[in-house]
């Protein structure tokens, strides 16, 4: 591993090793491979514990870390960054079982939070990729949210977009904003975790978005996280955004904040014509989220 460089992969997985296997395929032809891949197993209960030790004994860089109970992607993650960072990498690059990368995904964004900080002095708290959905339009769940001067230093030579948050698909992470912001909320499960961490980091600077990393999310639709979409299917979901966002917007916006975002999701909610019933159980979330309180844990 060179000073200043070294990459730890990470990988949160549960019970989809079909869409694994892709990723780890991905993985393995990066032209700037990975120091470490560590694949945070959640208690998975299909083949997905037997590949993974196949995949050990195959390849040195690849570590199974397999937790005895399912704690989420959010847990998963937590447990991913706490041991890459614990064990010394400069960069960590967060992903999910259903994104495969191209082969020059990881290179961009270490060439691209490295080149912006050359050409800035400013660090990039963070450099996310262009996610798109199968038929390579752009999957609209990954979409990152720009701040509000994003283009500020974009150009042919220097092609980042300047983002306040982005999704745990693709994100690379330095070690300097993990040691000062900490690491992700585990207590989340699912949901808005990804969002509330990158926030944070960007409370240093804004991250940055490589437009040329590309990474392919195979989800069933190229669907966003929009309330009007509720029902029996997805509503769990839902429920853990919706606390986990009432929580984050408490914490940092206040009452107002609060407000605003019930107010937000009520009218999505009645533009989609959801059941009165879901309805209610999104509010009981929203007002389970005022009242919890998470712990953000730090290294050290």
Request: hydrophobic share 35%; aromatic share 14%; with cysteine.
């Given at each position: 591993m060179s000073l200043g460089t070294s990459t730890a992969a990470v990988i949160v997985t549960f019970n989809r090793c079909g869409k694994l296997r892709l990723v780890m395929d991905a993985l393995l032809k990066q032209s700037r491979m990975p120091d470490r891949?560590?694949?945070?197993?959640?208690?998975?209960?299909?083949?997905?514990?037997?590949?993974?030790?196949?995949?050990?004994?195959?390849?040195?860089?690849?570590?199974?870390?397999?937790?005895?109970?399912?704690?989420?992607?959010?847990?998963?993650?937590?447990?991913?960054?706490?041991?890459?960072?614990?064990?010394?990498?400069?960069y960590i690059w967060l992903s999910d079982d259903d994104a495969y990368p191209e082969p020059s995904a990881l290179e961009l964004l270490v060439h691209g939070i490295r080149d912006f900080q050359d050409k800035y002095s400013w660090r990039p708290s963070f450099a996310c990729s262009a996610v798109k959905w199968t038929d390579r339009d752009l999957c609209e769940m990954n979409t990152p949210t720009p701040v509000w001067?994003?283009?500020?230093?974009?150009?042919?030579?220097?092609?980042?977009?300047?983002?306040?948050?982005c999704s745990f698909v693709s994100v690379l992470v330095p070690r300097w904003a993990v040691q000062t912001h900490g690491y992700p909320i585990k207590d989340y499960f699912i949901w808005y975790d990804d969002a509330e961490y990158t926030q944070r980091l960007a409370q240093s600077y804004p991250g940055i978005y490589c437009p040329e990393s590309i990474v392919i999310h195979d989800v069933p639709e190229n669907k966003g996280v929009n309330y009007e979409l509720v029902n029996e299917?997805?509503?769990?979901?839902?429920?853990?955004?919706?606390?986990?966002?009432?929580?984050?917007?408490?914490?940092?916006?206040?009452?107002?904040?609060?407000?605003?975002?019930?107010?937000?999701?009520?009218k999505q909610m009645r533009a989609g014509n959801v059941e009165r019933r879901h309805r209610i159980d999104i509010l009981r979330a929203i007002w389970k989220g005022v009242r919890f309180t998470p712990k953000i844990e730090y290294p050290g």
């Amino acid at each position: 591993m060179s000073l200043g460089t070294s990459t730890a992969a990470v990988i949160v997985t549960f019970n989809r090793c079909g869409k694994l296997r892709l990723v780890m395929d991905a993985l393995l032809k990066q032209s700037r491979m990975p120091d470490r891949i560590f694949v945070i197993d959640n208690a998975s209960t299909d083949e997905t514990a037997e590949y993974l030790q196949a995949m050990e004994q195959e390849h040195a860089l690849i570590q199974h870390v397999r937790l005895p109970k399912n704690i989420g992607g959010a847990g998963g993650f937590y447990e991913g960054t706490k041991i890459a960072y614990e064990e010394g990498y400069d960069y960590i690059w967060l992903s999910d079982d259903d994104a495969y990368p191209e082969p020059s995904a990881l290179e961009l964004l270490v060439h691209g939070i490295r080149d912006f900080q050359d050409k800035y002095s400013w660090r990039p708290s963070f450099a996310c990729s262009a996610v798109k959905w199968t038929d390579r339009d752009l999957c609209e769940m990954n979409t990152p949210t720009p701040v509000w001067d994003w283009p500020r230093f974009y150009s042919a030579e220097t092609p980042y977009f300047l983002v306040g948050s982005c999704s745990f698909v693709s994100v690379l992470v330095p070690r300097w904003a993990v040691q000062t912001h900490g690491y992700p909320i585990k207590d989340y499960f699912i949901w808005y975790d990804d969002a509330e961490y990158t926030q944070r980091l960007a409370q240093s600077y804004p991250g940055i978005y490589c437009p040329e990393s590309i990474v392919i999310h195979d989800v069933p639709e190229n669907k966003g996280v929009n309330y009007e979409l509720v029902n029996e299917n997805n509503i769990w979901k839902f429920r853990y955004g919706a606390r986990n966002e009432a929580s984050y917007r408490r914490r940092k916006q206040g009452a107002l904040g609060v407000a605003m975002f019930v107010y937000g999701v009520w009218k999505q909610m009645r533009a989609g014509n959801v059941e009165r019933r879901h309805r209610i159980d999104i509010l009981r979330a929203i007002w389970k989220g005022v009242r919890f309180t998470p712990k953000i844990e730090y290294p050290g």
